[in-house]
């Protein structure tokens, strides 16, 4: 109906710095200039957009003649690095203002640069940057924690009849973007799945999980 | 029955409160055009229609169609059908214009839909909290959403038994991820009827007005898979800022700009998960009520999911 009239907003997609930092492999869908570009993450998933809630340890501001600020932000998995200069004002004036240590949340966009030594760096240039609560930090290390699972437990769909659990895949069942990741990255998603599992497991209110079973899984090898 | 014979019956049954047809005599008229002088059946039956609707001094739009379907509010989803629809009046609202006699909300067991009657229809009017049969209405749509006119020929019978009015809100959660323009404190166009949000002080529709403040915040709440675009109008705007207007507009007039108003109220929005719920707008959720979803989080469900795999 009407959402032809705009383009549709693309979704901020969840992912752990690890799995972030891993993804650097950019691609478009169209040969229009102004299509959007995206990130590919290891799991299968295309992100133009991402939002992650972590702990601001460091600020810098490594620009020369205007202000360029540099955070880094941290997971339970690694860390986040946002950018943020003249352009992106609302975001580069938090960072000025902001005093670390302190929980932040993040909606931005994946950005990929080449460094002389032929690795890619990924970070994010925010569009905002706001000081949330330790339960919104929790919720969003168990949200993003899911959205892995998701991924890797569809990662291997080729469109059989046999539907993933989850249901959240696309109705043909094949997974286009897995099949990408797999032929541009050499990472094994069960990793990912691991990251996500000692995530949930380093909360608090998964310390009483049992000892046993968490070795368990640990241990035991997914086919 | 024939094709004619169909529509023969259907055009007496139209003017079945008006003249004594007999079907024959549609029947004849329509035969003579189409098979005598090979007018196509959809052509003839406007001439027959014109015919009759003179021979009873009618307008045109004063016209029935016949025996509509009874259809149920959600089921609607084109514009200009005719329906007949079992409703309780939910919503009387004032009405923006001369014009219009009645306007208001509608409800079934399916949800809500805006309603109109006219003046110049001269309709008996509908009592809030009252539920009706109402024939012979019609649907028209603006910007994909849908409404009812009520008309000359609707019949109106109260009804002894209530329409229950059925929840057409949905709930929808995620993290807040963006305010978008034309939030905080606005401007409405004042003309009647129109509520038009200002760009520098224009109206799309009237040009420049002198405008009449307003609160809202218009944002997307993302889960990670969908985003929603949500609007909270100026009551929840206020619950969920704590800043009511007359705060807004002094913050305002102290700064000489009105955006300090959305920039104060954003810092406590980004980046917050909420749950709202409330009927969708075209492609907006309207904010009934809201929930910050504060309530700690419980990984042990996604670790088992995780050992599901």
Known sequence: MSSNDTPMREVARRAF???????????????????????????????????????LTEKEDIGDDNEYWRGRIVDPTGTFFVYAGQYQPEAASALR????????????????????????????????????????????????????????????????????????RSSSGYNEYARMAADRYDLDPQQYLDHAVEALQSMEGAKSADADETAETESEPTP | M??????AAEIAEQFSDQLEIPQEDVEERLYTLV????????????????????????????????????????????????VDLRVTVADLWEPGHDSIAQVGLVGDESGTMKFVAFDTSDLPKLEEGK?????????DEYEGSFSVKLNKTTGITELDEVIEVGDDAVTVEGALVDVQSGSGL?????????????????????????GEFDLRIKAVLDDGMDVHE????????????????????????????????????????????????????????????????????????????????
């Open chain 1, 97 to 168: 203002e902001l005093e670390p240590p302190a929980y932040v949340a993040v909606v931005g966009k994946p950005r990929t640069y080449e460094t002389d030594d032929g690795n890619v760096n990924v970070s994010v240039r925010p569009e905002s940057i706001t000081v949330v609560d330790a339960a919104t930090r929790d919720r969003w290390v168990v949200e993003t924690a899911e959205r892995t699972i998701e991924r890797v437990a569809a990662f291997d769909d080729e469109g059989s009849e046999a539907q993933d659990a989850s249901g959240s």
């Open chain 1, 17 to 55: 710095a690890t799995e972030f930092n891993d993804a650097s492999h950019t691609f478009k869908e169209s040969d229009d200039e102004r299509a959007p570009a995206y990130q590919l993450l290891p799991t299968g998933e295309k992100a133009n957009r991402v939002f992650f809630v972590g702990t």
């Open chain 2, 230 to 309: 949500v609007i909270f109008d100026k009551e929840t705007t206020e619950e969920l800022t704590g800043i009511d207007l007359d705060e807004a507009k002094q913050m305002a007039q102290d700064a000489l700009d009105t955006t300090v108003v959305v920039e104060e109220m954003i810092g406590d929005l980004l980046g917050q998960y909420f749950r709202v719920t409330g009927p969708v707008f075209s492609r907006f959720v309207l904010v009934d009520e809201f929930e910050r979803l504060s309530e700690p989080a419980d990984p042990e469900a996604v670790l088992i999911k995780a050992r599901s795999i």
């Open chain 2, 2 to 7: 024939s094709e004619l014979e169909t529509h």
């Open chain 2, 131 to 139: 539920s009706y049969a109402l024939s012979n209405v019609v649907t």
């Open chain 2, 35 to 82: 098979e005598e002088y090979r007018v196509p059946l959809e052509e003839a039956r406007r001439s027959v229609v014109s015919h009759y609707l003179e021979e009873a001094g009618m307008e045109r739009d004063e016209l029935g169609h016949g025996d509509n379907e009874e259809t149920l509010l959600g089921d609607i989803g084109e514009d200009e059908q005719w």
């Open chain 2, 186 to 210: 606005i401007k409405r166009c004042p003309e009647e009827d129109c509520t038009r949000v200002l760009q520098n002080g224009r109206c799309s529709e009237h040009g420049q007005v002198e």
